[in-house]
């Protein structure tokens, strides 16, 4: 029953984000921005009203579903039976400066376990979904996860703007991947890197610091697609409140990081 439910879910998760890219691109490309911790973490008027949509949305398709979501100020627990994990615009520096590439990423869990995800980016009319069990998809088509290794390897990392004490440590291991790899991309979002593990478009992504609406949907597309996803110490990546580091590709390419990353 839980895989079969999971594929319903799925399916209320692509309706709703179809919607909340319409109003993503409604936007056009300069949009007022508002500080909210520090000068590069920002919010808009359309993160507050992707959100709310989405809230609708779903509440309407779930009855009793609870919602952990960046622009909530009250976040459920996480180990609720019907929880939804929303970012509602990820990538959200790109969307203020109209750079064409955010999404909406919405995660499914219940006891704490992740069971449907949907990843929409509308600039490339793109909706990547997953099922626990049943795989990942873009636009209806499976994805599954690149097998190459890191020397023939596109990288995706991430600069952790809202932790600078991180950067460092951040630039000098995309210094040593970029030795190691085909050559890196910093694309400003989580999400959408995750999909492109899924998709096998890259084969290794990384960041030092993610709050579990950035990663969760992606976790669940590279896990479902084939790939491999931990902390950057090579830990499990916990459900939780905390900021985690990410890193997912396949388990090669993951391997091959541990490895030079110990070594610095
Ligand atoms: C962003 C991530 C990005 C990361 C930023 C921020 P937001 O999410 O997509 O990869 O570097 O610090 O977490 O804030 O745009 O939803």
């Given at each position: 029953m839980e895989q079969d439910y999971a594929q319903t879910v799925r399916g209320y998760i692509a309706e709703a984000e179809r919607k909340a890219g319409e109003l993503m691109l409604s936007a056009?490309?300069?949009?007022?921005?508002?500080?909210?911790?520090?000068?590069?973490?920002?919010?808009?008027?359309?993160?507050?009203?992707?959100?709310?949509?989405?809230v609708e949305e779903l509440s309407r398709r779930v009855p009793g579903a609870r919602f952990y979501c960046e622009e909530l100020a009250e976040r459920c627990p996480l180990d609720g039976e019907k929880v939804f994990?929303?970012?509602?615009?990820?990538?959200?520096?790109?969307?203020?400066?109209?750079?064409?590439?955010?999404?909406?990423?919405?995660?499914?869990?219940?006891?704490?376990?992740?069971?449907?995800?949907?990843?929409?980016?509308p600039y490339a009319r793109?909706?990547?979904?997953?099922?626990?069990?049943?795989?990942?998809?873009?636009?209806?088509?499976?994805?599954?996860?690149?097998?190459?290794?890191?020397?023939?390897?596109?990288?995706?990392?991430?600069?952790?703007?809202?932790?600078?004490?991180?950067?460092?440590?951040?630039?000098?291991?995309a210094r040593k991947v970029f030795e190691k790899s085909l050559d890196l991309r910093r694309r400003g979002s989580a999400a959408?890197?995750?999909?492109?593990?899924?998709?096998?478009?890259?084969?290794?992504?990384?960041?030092?610091?993610?709050?579990?609406?950035?990663?969760?949907?992606?976790?669940?597309?590279?896990?479902?697609?084939?790939?491999?996803?931990?902390r950057l110490d090579g830990s499990p990546l916990p459900l939780d409140g905390a900021r985690n580091s990410v890193l997912a590709g396949n388990a090669g390419t993951v391997r091959e990081f541990l490895d030079l990353s110990a070594q610095y």
């Open positions: 056009g490309e300069n949009v007022a921005a508002e500080d909210k911790t520090s000068r590069r973490d920002v919010v808009t008027s359309y993160d507050r009203r992707v959100q709310e949509l989405m994990i929303i970012d509602p615009i990820d990538g959200t520096m790109n969307f203020v400066h109209g750079l064409g590439h955010s999404c909406v990423s919405t995660a499914f869990s219940s006891g704490g376990a992740l069971l449907a995800a949907g990843i929409y980016n793109e909706l990547f979904t997953a099922a626990r069990g049943r795989g990942a998809s873009l636009n209806g088509r499976e994805i599954r996860a690149a097998e190459t290794d890191l020397a023939h390897s596109v990288v995706h990392f991430g600069t952790t703007p809202y932790d600078p004490q991180l950067a460092d440590r951040a630039f000098l291991l959408l890197d995750l999909c492109d593990v899924a998709a096998g478009r890259v084969g290794l992504y990384f960041e030092m610091a993610l709050s579990l609406w950035d990663y969760a949907a992606g976790v669940l597309l590279v896990e479902e697609a084939g790939g491999v996803c931990r």
